[in-house]
């Protein structure tokens, strides 16, 4: 076991590359990575109605504060502890242990985002999308002194290589050109959903390149969209490399305006 371990929280929203990302850190030697550890917890504080519930609470420790005390900042085999988390995870508990993690996000141009959510969930809300309380975490870590590493899911896709190039510089740890390619198919540490959410990623071996938003943007997703847009202003205005320029937008400050 390691004295030393760099403990590093990814807080994603759903459909954002987070399963990809946490595929590449699980190709280098020094890393471990855990699926969604909160998953459970999430589901018995929230009561949301996600697909596989039920095989997710069977199979988790649903007590979030223990999965705290005894994954997060538990004992590690490898010096690097890579936790792919869902921000909207995070209810019902005492956010203290961040001190001790180090915090990147991970985040999503919502036009692109939401209608693939929806079709995993059937009407997404805000807090589904993760993208306020992303801002929020983010807004009490700043506060903290941290500054965390924020992702954006295009400059991943247009440049693998030099956005985990400047996420590793960030983390403090070598790149890895072993990051950047994956088997495909199930990994023994996903999660017990992932025969649900993963199905794409399975079939991938790599980063997908790019590609612009062809079909039109669902109408009666629009209101949920506006209320998204504030919020990853916010996180884009932090981002790691090049603003996207799907965006439009500058950075936003915390809290954002309506």
């Keep these: 076991m390691h004295q030393d371990v760099k403990r590093i929280c990814l807080w994603s929203g759903p ?32 009561g949301a109605q996600h697909p596989l519930r039920e095989e997710c609470l069977a199979a988790q420790n649903a007590n979030g504060e223990e999965v705290v005390r005894q994954e997060i900042l538990g004992p590690a085999e490898r010096p690097v502890l890579f936790f792919k988390q869902m921000a909207h995870h995070l209810v019902n508990l005492d956010l203290s242990f961040m001190e001790r993690t180090v915090n990147v996000f991970l985040t999503r141009d919502p036009e692109r985002m939401l209608p693939s959510l929806q079709r995993r969930i059937g009407h997404p809300t805000l807090r589904d999308t993760g993208l306020k309380r ?31 190039r400047a996420l590793c ?62 919020y990853y202003a916010i996180l884009t205005g932090r981002s790691i490399g090049a603003r996207p320029a799907a965006t439009g937008r500058d950075g936003g400050t915390w809290p954002p305006s309506h």
Aim: aromatic share 12%.
């Design 15 to 46: 459909r954002n590359v987070s399963t990809a990302l946490m595929y590449s850190f699980a190709q280098r030697g020094d890393t471990e990575v855990v699926d969604e550890p909160l998953y459970a917890h999430f589901l018995r504080v929230s």
């Design 134 to 164: 992303q801002c929020e975490i983010l807004s009490m870590l700043e506060g903290w002194g941290q500054r965390p590493a924020v992702v954006e899911s295009r400059n991943l896709l247009l440049d693998p290589p030099g956005t985990l």
């Design 169 to 230: 510089a960030h983390l403090r740890i070598p790149f890895d050109r072993s990051m950047l390619r994956w088997p495909s198919g199930p990994k023994a540490y996903d999660g017990v959903w992932a025969s649900e959410w993963y199905r794409n990623a399975h079939r991938t071996t790599h980063f997908q390149p790019y590609r612009a938003r062809t079909e039109p943007f669902p109408g009666k997703l629009g209101p949920l969209l506006e209320e998204c847009r504030p």
